[in-house]
């Protein structure tokens, strides 16, 4: 896994962590916000596995 991916997989678990908690503690307003950073973390971690795939499987081929 591409070190850029594995850090946006781990604010991707703090947002979720910190979500949740602003949720319980009653702020809605944060917790969304919270929850779009999740979104958006996830969508990075997922962007930089499937380009060091394709870089893996271009040095393999090409």
Do not use: D
Request: proline residues 2%.
């Amino acid at each position: 896994m591409p070190r850029l991916a594995l850090y946006a997989l781990i604010v991707c678990v703090l947002a979720v962590a910190a979500a949740v908690v602003s949720f319980v503690e009653g702020t809605v307003l944060i917790g969304v916000v919270w929850v779009l950073l999740a979104g958006l973390s996830s969508n990075m971690c997922w962007y930089y596995v499937k380009r060091g795939r394709a870089t893996r499987r271009e040095s393999v081929t090409g």
